[in-house]
């Protein structure tokens, strides 16, 4: 079965600190592989993609994420956390060949002062 | 400024009734989407349509309809068949065929839509 498994409901940080987030996936074939985040009674906000080619992607507001074809990981990374990155953080999967786009369950990242 | 339009952000539904939530877009994309966002469940897709006058059903089709008359519409009705409708619902859209060309889905801003 496809899937996006995001491991922790939550990831608690103090600013300036490093953040990861995480994010394994299971599919057939190549993986389209996405980062969203989500601010409280807002919609999903793009911040990267990985396609194919190099296998570290930097995105939007600071964020990158490392994609491990050996592992089926995707984590999501920023060096230093600021406190408004404080939101709802979603992994998605595009199986190649389909236009289905299959979500984990999210992982709230909380950014301590 | 070109976006996607989701209406009304926050609706109430009495049971029994049929609801219908508005999504528009300007951006020209092809395909769109109907999500439904319920806490601890990430996303759900209800369904998508990839051209006009033609759209297919998702993982959690049932209670819901759509139709595709325009490229730019894309309205969702939740119907008396959907036993729990509370929850936010999401329309997104995306450039092009989707499948192979990894264009990126974006989101309009949700509607709530609440059974009272």
């Known amino acids: 079965a496809q899937s996006v498994a995001q491991p922790e409901d939550q990831v608690n940080v103090a600013e300036g600190n490093p953040l990861t987030v995480k994010c394994t996936y299971s599919?057939?074939?190549?993986?389209?592989l996405f980062w969203y985040v989500q601010y409280p009674n807002r919609g999903l906000q793009f911040l990267l993609k990985?396609?194919?080619?190099?296998?570290l992607v930097k995105g939007s507001y600071g964020f990158e994420a490392e994609f491990n074809k050996s592992q089926t990981s995707f984590h999501l990374k920023k060096p230093s956390a600021l406190v408004s990155d404080s939101a709802l953080y979603f992994c998605?999967?595009?199986?190649?060949?389909?236009?289905?786009?299959?979500f984990g369950t999210g992982t709230r990242l909380q950014v301590f002062p | 400024d070109g976006g996607i339009t989701q209406s009304p952000k926050y609706l109430f539904r009495k049971e029994g009734q049929n609801v219908t939530l508005s999504c528009e877009q300007n951006?020209?994309?092809?395909?769109m989407y109907w999500y439904r966002q319920d806490p601890g469940q990430g996303l759900r897709l209800i369904y998508y349509?990839?051209?006009?006058?033609?759209?297919q059903k998702g993982d959690i089709a049932e209670g819901y309809s759509v139709s595709r008359e325009k490229k730019e519409s894309f309205p969702l009705t939740v119907t008396s068949a959907q036993k729990n409708p509370t929850a936010f619902y999401l329309c997104?859209?995306?450039?092009?065929?989707?499948?192979?060309?990894?264009?990126?889905?974006?989101f309009g801003e949700g509607s709530w839509l609440t059974v009272v």
């Open positions: 998605a999967v595009r199986v190649y060949n389909t236009d289905k786009l299959i």
């Open positions: 997104a859209s995306v450039r092009g065929a989707a499948a192979s060309s990894g264009n990126t889905i974006y």
């Open positions: 990985y396609i194919t080619g190099d296998n």
């Open positions: 349509s990839q051209i006009v006058n033609d759209f």
């Open positions: 599919v057939s074939g190549n993986p389209y």
């Open positions: 951006l020209n994309h092809d395909a």
